[in-house]
């Protein structure tokens, strides 16, 4: 009996920390109403996204830092922004994926991890009955002492996904750049906001003013203080920053 209280402990523990069900701590997890069900959002860390959308279970960026991802929901998506470690993980992905997992990510994730589908910058695919878009990520201003970007441009995906009636932009580490500046019709959006790597408060304001995202989530934060963000965009119409323990 005791065998099997915990394997149920563990079950609802994996169930709910990818937005079935009440999230356990420390997982928050929002919902978003779409023309097709619920989005369900969870938000386990740094970069690492999980999304439920009907039967269908979607990653972002797992990195085992930021959970034991043996334990959770086996993935029928996983996307990978770029090939840095704290975004791409291959132990992680290898818990999550099963034979029917769809794996999507750039050349240089494609490299590291075998059956990965390749997404170049401005390519658009259905995946799952998801449409996917990839958006150039990368640095203009920030730069390495060598003078190289940290995230050169060509390299580096952000990821438009659309579930139902819902477009959700998830930029991968990159600066306030034409590319997203340009997007459109954004429901939900994730922009980096972490120096040197990627935006400071005021960029992330700057796309978010360009852009305006219903919704915006700061995430890959690190100590960057968040109540800046909120400070630049209060007062600012149609665009809601919502906070959430993504550092």
């Not at 996904?161 to 990159?174: C, E, L, N, Q, S």
């Amino acid at each position: 009996m005791r065998d099997f209280t915990l394997v149920l402990f563990l079950f609802v523990l994996a169930v709910g920390a990818v937005g079935i069900g009440r999230a356990p701590a420390p997982f928050e997890t929002d919902t978003i109403k779409t023309s097709s069900g619920d989005l369900q959002i969870t938000f386990i860390g740094h970069a690492s996204l999980g999304f439920r959308y009907g039967k269908l279970v979607v990653y972002v960026d797992p990195v085992s830092q930021y959970a034991d991802f043996a334990m959770l929901v086996k993935a029928d998506i996983v996307l990978v922004t770029h090939e840095h470690g704290d975004h791409l993980d291959p132990k992680a992905i290898q818990a999550l994926r099963t034979d029917k997992t769809v794996l999507v990510g750039t050349a240089k994730c494609a490299s590291q991890v075998p059956g990965m589908v390749t997404m170049a910058n401005g390519d658009s695919r259905t995946v799952q009955g998801l449409r996917i878009e990839a958006v150039p990520a990368y640095n203009i201003v920030n730069k390495r002492p060598t003078g190289e970007p940290f995230h050169a441009r060509g390299e580096g995906n952000g990821y438009v996904i659309t579930f139902g009636d819902k477009r959700v932009y998830v930029a991968g580490d990159t600066e306030n750049t034409p590319e997203v500046k340009a997007q459109k019709n954004i429901d939900v959006a994730f922009l980096p906001m972490n120096l040197p790597y990627t935006m400071t408060p005021e960029m992330v304001a700057d796309a978010a003013k360009a852009f305006a995202p219903k919704i915006l989530y700061p995430y890959h934060y690190g100590d960057t203080d968040t109540s800046k963000l909120t400070a630049l965009l209060a007062g600012t119409p149609g665009i809601e920053v919502r906070i959430r323990n993504l550092k």
